[in-house]
């Protein structure tokens, strides 16, 4: 019975016109979207319902089977929308369909401009909400009433949404909201079962309650035949109606939580871990986020698939809302659920959310600390570093405030195993300290073979120094950006004076020194014979195997780095380097003797040996083969 009273036409508050008018006109290419709104709010309606009903059952009025309907009428060309939540009263129809409560309204709606594309954009700092159906509808009817009230307290409220709308009593059996869109000429086609349901699957799946489409068959008889002309309607749920995330975690299996990355994550294989963390308070959010145990195939293209599944308030926002991940958590996969968004946010807006900052630190903080538990289990983080820890390298880079906590995630090869496996952190190296060494030592060059065999390493074997051994492409850029962990500094050992401190004891130290000053006349001889080809010549006590050695200046980018520019297309002015003898090598005795050209020849062999133990490659290499058969021969 809808026998309506005490009828009276209202005027839409001041804004209500304002952003009615907008989002008609603004919102035209992404008319879908009032599904969700309506959705979302039918869902909020059953949680309130709900919530009230956890200490007064009664509300319930024996319904408590929470869910949403939505029919369509295609010839009538209707979409009603029923929920069987918490409804509304008469004042609280007229406060919540009449005006904008929120705060900042005004000034919002103040910003607006007549430009239509900017104003699209705003209106996404601004949850459309129930206003929307307007884009799609020139008639809206809503019949409610407030749960645990009498049949007798229901509204029902119209409007063309032209600046008024009617608000009567009428009697309503159900407690609840029924919205009835009587759909725009050019919105009709909205009313299709197929394209609702599309729709609700794409923005309202995880939304916990079911929502639910009535389908009409004809009755079966005892043998299982369709009886002509018996329709029954039965009701399907179309969403998946659980929301995971929102479960506490103690009710959450394991298979759960993989089932759920699985289709997350578009990945057929299990994830390595998991973190799942409810916030309250100035940021309300729920995060669950996942490693995966595999790298998908984009993982280093510019533009592949990033970020987190972004839920507003369990509704549906986007896919790949890569604005609350850095780049060097990119393998990160997930969902995040917040109360800090509006319902319309978009990509663009998102860039300039202050939230979202925040949210994005909080979230970086989760994935590294559960990075950091994952790295009790030895297997699964080697698992896990073999397959992104190239991508985490670019984390002290990208984030400075983080990179202590980065620097701790790091694994490495080490002298100390002499294996190509970086399964090294540096806590690690630090716990295996020579007693007075000060700091971490590190060597970079193409290749794990290369940095085990450099000969920069020979004073540290012979002195039991451990050394970082870093073969990766990343690894020298890396470690520009890397200065200190747990305020001991890194050194590359092939970069500037060689400084062992207090490994070295004085009696060594002066012994160098007197070595450096009988050999000042080889030194200048040296220099002179190799012209401009070298910075600086000078003998060392970092080798024990090899006659020399090159350096680079402490400040110089090293061999590695060059190439990666070069090949990038990026000319590098010309490094000449330092070079090292050692003094206790026969072949440097040798030098010392000889004479003329074949002094000459020999300086530039060890030169030369020097550069390709390096790694480097030689201008003129048929020169340096010729040299060294004439000194082979002799
Ligand atoms: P928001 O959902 O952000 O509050 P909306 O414009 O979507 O804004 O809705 C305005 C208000 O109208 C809601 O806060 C709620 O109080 C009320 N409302 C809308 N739809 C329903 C519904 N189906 N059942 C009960 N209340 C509703
Ligand atoms: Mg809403």
């Excluded at 060597?443 to 970082?468: Q, W």
């Excluded at 070069?566 to 004479?595: D, F, S, W």
Aim: proline letters at 3%.
């Amino acid at each position: 019975m809808t026998t309506a009273t005490h009828e009276e036409t209202l005027g839409f508050q001041t804004e209500v016109k304002q952003l009615l008018h907008l989002m008609i006109n603004s919102l035209y290419s992404n008319r879908e979207i009032f599904l969700r709104e309506l959705v979302s709010n039918a869902a909020d309606a059953c949680d309130k319902l709900r919530y009230e009903a956890l200490d007064n059952d009664a509300i319930f009025e024996g319904d408590s089977e929470l869910r949403i309907e939505i029919e369509h009428d295609q010839q009538a060309g209707t979409i009603t929308l029923r929920d069987n939540g918490i409804g509304m009263n008469r004042d609280e129809v007229i406060e919540n369909l009449g005006t904008i409560a929120r705060s900042g309204t005004s000034e919002f709606l103040k910003q607006l401009s007549g430009e239509q594309q900017k104003d699209a954009k705003l209106i996404g700092q601004f949850g459309v909400g129930f206003y929307s159906g307007f884009i799609v509808a020139d008639d809206v009817t809503v019949r409610t009433r407030k749960a645990g009230t009498d049949h007798s307290e229901g509204v029902e409220w119209r409007s063309q949404g032209e600046g008024e709308f009617s608000v009567a009593d009428v009697e309503l059996e159900r407690h609840g909201t029924e919205i009835i869109l009587h759909l725009k000429e050019d919105a009709k086609d909205f009313a299709d079962d197929f394209r609702i349901q599309n729709l609700v699957r794409k923005y309202s799946d995880h939304i916990d309650v079911p929502v639910r489409m009535p389908k009409t068959e004809n009755a079966r008889d005892d043998e299982g035949n369709e009886i002509e002309g018996s329709e029954v309607t039965t009701w399907e749920t179309v969403n998946e109606a659980t929301a995971l995330w929102v479960r506490p975690k103690t009710d959450i299996e394991d298979e759960e939580y993989k089932a759920f990355y699985k289709h997350v994550a578009h990945d057929f294989s299990d994830p390595l871990t998991w973190s799942h963390n409810k916030v309250e308070g100035k940021l309300e959010y729920t995060s669950l986020l996942y490693v995966p145990g595999r790298a998908p195939f984009d993982l280093y293209e510019r533009d592949g698939a990033r970020g987190v599944k972004l839920y507003v308030q369990r509704v549906f926002i986007m896919d790949d809302a890569e604005q609350f991940l850095p780049l060097y958590l990119r393998f990160i996969k997930g969902v995040l659920d917040t109360r800090d968004l509006s319902l319309n946010v978009s990509r663009e807006l998102l860039q300039q959310d202050p939230q979202v900052d925040k949210i994005k630190s909080a979230l970086t903080k989760r994935s590294l600390d559960m990075l950091k538990k994952l790295a009790k289990d030895d297997e699964a983080y080697q698992t896990f570093w073999n397959t992104f820890g190239s991508v985490l390298k670019e984390g002290p880079a990208e984030d400075h405030a983080n990179r202590e906590k980065i620097a701790g995630l790091l694994r490495f090869s080490t002298t100390h195993t002499d294996s190509a496996t970086q399964d090294q952190s540096l806590a690690d190296y630090i716990g295996r300290m020579k007693e007075g060494q000060e700091k971490i030592y590190y060597i970079v060059a193409d290749g794990f073979n290369a940095t085990k065999s450099s000969p920069h390493l020979e004073i540290f074997r012979k002195k039991g120094v451990e050394v970082l051994l870093l073969h990766d492409r990343i690894d020298e850029w890396l470690m520009s950006h890397l200065t200190e962990f747990e305020g001991k500094s890194f050194v590359d050992v092939a970069k500037g004076d060689l400084d062992l401190g207090e490994v070295e004891d004085e009696d060594e130290k002066k012994a160098q020194e007197e070595t450096a000053k009988a050999k000042e006349d080889l030194v200048k001889r040296v220099q002179d014979a190799l012209g401009g080809d070298v910075q600086e010549v000078r003998v060392t006590h970092r080798l024990t195997d090899s006659p020399a050695c090159v350096v680079l200046p402490e400040h110089e980018m090293g061999y590695q780095m060059r190439r990666i520019m070069e090949a990038a297309g990026q000319p590098m002015p010309e490094v000449k380097p330092i070079l090292e003898l050692n003094p206790e090598h026969a072949l440097v005795t040798r030098l010392e003797g000889a004479e003329g050209e074949g002094f000459g020849d020999l300086a530039r062999i060890l030169l030369d040996q020097a550069v390709i133990a390096e790694g480097g490659h030689l201008d003129d290499p048929a020169a340096y083969v010729k040299r060294l058969n004439t000194l082979l021969s002799a």
